[in-house]
């Protein structure tokens, strides 16, 4: 087999997913590749030369043989499909004709995959693909796998939670510098600082972070303690996808050989000087409060960060069960247990906002206390259920769920539903409507603590606190930032946080200063 580009081939792999799973399954056998990666029978297509004998089941094998794969399926994307069952041992792909081979470690392993995948197909790039046992007891492979077999290894020490050693990656080369340049590309949901750090750690010691946005995408440069470390990394991660189908690793060297970080906060970090000051930036995440948002589920090969769950993101909170994705749920939510005499569409439409970009809200006109909201997409109605489902709002403790409805209708033309439903589509109040915006990075579940930005240099703190106070609450703490464009502003409790979020998120302040209020993972 000849080169293939793996791990540099851009966009085509994902760290954190494995949602390839659906429902139905085609075991059809055909014939095997001999040990040299010649077909010996088939190319897997469904061709009429395919003899019944062909179709007859392998006995179980710890070598699976996979057919119908896309074109320019990458052998990351083949070792994912095994990587849930145990630890992959080696593969074989061969790309003209679409097929690959991948051994596990074990027989039981390899049973456990195909009885797992007999009742939900296996998808790779959306297109459903066919496993079965090979009869090859193990995969020999030759020196033209080379490629193939680093990236193996460095895909599986990352599940493995190990290092990559230094000969299990292919030299293309000289790396240059400790430093890696790192674009994001695609990012519909959060990548912050953490979990970049979690990510690049796998290979070996990370000792600064910078993140920045320029030319409206987020970036990073990241500092090794060596240079070949921050080859591994650079081999085994670029093209890489952090979540499902999106947030795209572009991986560089940089032309600097080392960081000056000035600040340990959430958009820098020194972690050889823990004693740097925050700067203006929100501190670094305690590891006890990483901990405690960990999400118990995972849509990860490399453990963690469903893009379900924000909190979980901003933590990188760390965990290692595959689980399929949510691609396939609506959009609209269904809250309720609403206070009808206060809830408003706009009061909706700013704290669902939070988590996503609400396009229109209805609330029932038969059961005014109940709504439903309209999310940008499936995503986003899952992040907003996660976080609000049980928060009090209006002194009621509302219910979210996922409404069987697509689409939330509009009335008819000429009917009066008496301001129930709103339309926001084209609100310029979206949070998230910018690729790559950094209010990606600062999604964070209800707390007693608020994130206030966009402030007029005249306002002072007794002017916020006054008006947070007569939004309905006790302000117990405040505390600008050095240029006072920005504060953190602590609550009494999390309702009265949530009520002065939906209150004063927009507030004019004057001169055409609207205030930005948002959750804040910090305390003050």
Known sequence: MGDVAVGVKRGSDELMSTSVYNSGSDMSSISDVTANGSDSKSNGSDSKKLRVEDRMEAPPSRVLHIRKLPNETSESEVIALGLPFGKVTNILTLKGKNQAFLELGTEEAAITMINYYSTVTPHVRNVPVFIQYSNHKQLK?????????????????????????????????????????????????????????????????????????????????????????????????????????????????????????????????????????????????????????QGKDSNSLLGGLSPLNAAAAAAAAAGRVALSGHSGSSGVLLASNLNEEMVTPQSLFTLFGVYGDAQRVKILYNKKDSALIQMADANQAQLAMSHLNGQKMHGKAIRVALSKHTSVQLPRDG??????????????????????SKNFQNIFPPTTTLHLSNIPTDVTEEDLRLLFSNAGGTVNAFKFFQDHKMALLQMSTVEEAIQGLIDLHNYNMGDNHHLRVSFSKSTI
């Open 415 to 436: 009917l009066d539903d008496q301001g129930l439903t709103k339309d926001f589509t084209n609100s310029p109040l979206h949070r998230f409507k910018k690729p790559g």
């Open 141 to 293: 492979t030759d020196s033209g796998n080379q490629r193939a077999q680093a990236v193996l290894q460095a895909v599986s020490a990352v599940q493995g939670g190990g290092t990559p050693t230094s000969g299990s990656i292919v030299d293309l080369t000289a790396a240059s510098s400790p430093v890696l340049r790192i674009i994001i590309d695609n990012m519909f949901y959060p990548v912050t600082l953490d979990v970049l750090q979690q990510i690049f750690s796998k290979f070996g010691t990370v000792m600064k972070i910078i993140t920045f946005t320029k030319n409206n995408q987020f970036q990073a440069l990241l500092q090794f303690n060596d240079p070949p470390t921050a080859q591994q990394a650079k081999i085994a991660l670029d093209g890489q996808n952090i979540y499902n189908s999106c947030c795209t690793l572009r991986i560089d060297y940089s032309k600097l050989v080392n960081l000056n970080v000035k600040y340990n906060n959430d958009k820098s970090r020194d972690y050889t000087r823990p004693e740097l000051p925050a700067g203006d930036g929100q501190p670094a995440m305690d590891p006890n409060m990483a901990a405690a948002f």
